[in-house]
């Protein structure tokens, strides 16, 4: 897989297109260059893996889609463009990769909670389901203890006298 993907962006055609976005002012694409065009996008990318819970599969997933989503998409408009947006384009193309890359990067997550047996969620999504857990069960607790359902509350002690049962 991973030789038909380097095929593709080696492939002639695909460097002349992407080559004004991702060149120096030389029109060379060189490490720096690419450095510039990526370094504002992974550190995007470092903020959504060090706000993103779960495991570090879940925080790799994340910084990977933020990061190639944003750079590649703020790289594709500006060719696309031929960069006559200038950041305009840069800005508007990253945002947008970001969102597609959000998108992709939540399918991954997904598929690798399947993959470890679990219900096919994000990492957020696993955390909100155990917080609505959670709050379910000091609910019941709450709503149990004010009725004196619980053993142990002050309630179970509050007797009518003349009756001889609870007082609600």
């Known amino acids: 897989m991973l030789g038909t993907i380097k095929r593709f962006a080696m492939n002639p055609k695909v460097l002349n297109f992407i080559r004004p976005a991702l060149a120096n002012d030389a029109g060379k694409?060189?490490?720096?260059?690419?450095?510039?065009?990526?370094?504002?996008?992974?550190?995007?990318?470092?903020?959504?893996a060090a706000q993103t819970p779960g495991d570090i599969g879940d925080k790799a997933i994340a910084?990977?889609?933020?990061?190639?989503?944003?750079?590649?998409?703020?790289?594709?408009?500006?060719?696309?463009?031929?960069?006559?947006?200038?950041?305009?384009?840069?800005?508007?193309?990253?945002?947008?990769?970001?969102?597609?890359?959000?998108?992709?990067?939540?399918?991954?997550?997904?598929?690798?909670?399947?993959?470890?047996?679990?219900?096919?969620l994000t990492a957020w999504e696993r955390m909100g389901a155990e917080q609505q857990s959670q709050y379910a069960q000091e609910l019941e607790q709450q709503i149990l203890a004010q009725y004196g359902l619980l053993p142990g509350t002050r309630e179970q002690y509050a007797v009518d006298p003349s009756t001889g049962y609870g007082v609600a």
Do not use: H, N, Q
């Open 29 to 48: 694409i060189t490490a720096g260059s690419l450095a510039g065009r990526f370094a504002p996008d992974a550190v995007f990318g470092a903020l959504a």
């Open 63 to 120: 910084f990977g889609a933020s990061t190639l989503g944003g750079g590649l998409g703020g790289a594709g408009l500006t060719a696309l463009t031929r960069g006559k947006l200038g950041m305009v384009g840069e800005m508007v193309g990253g945002f947008g990769g970001d969102y597609l890359g959000m998108m992709a990067g939540d399918t991954l997550s997904r598929g690798k909670d399947r993959l470890m047996g679990g219900e096919g």
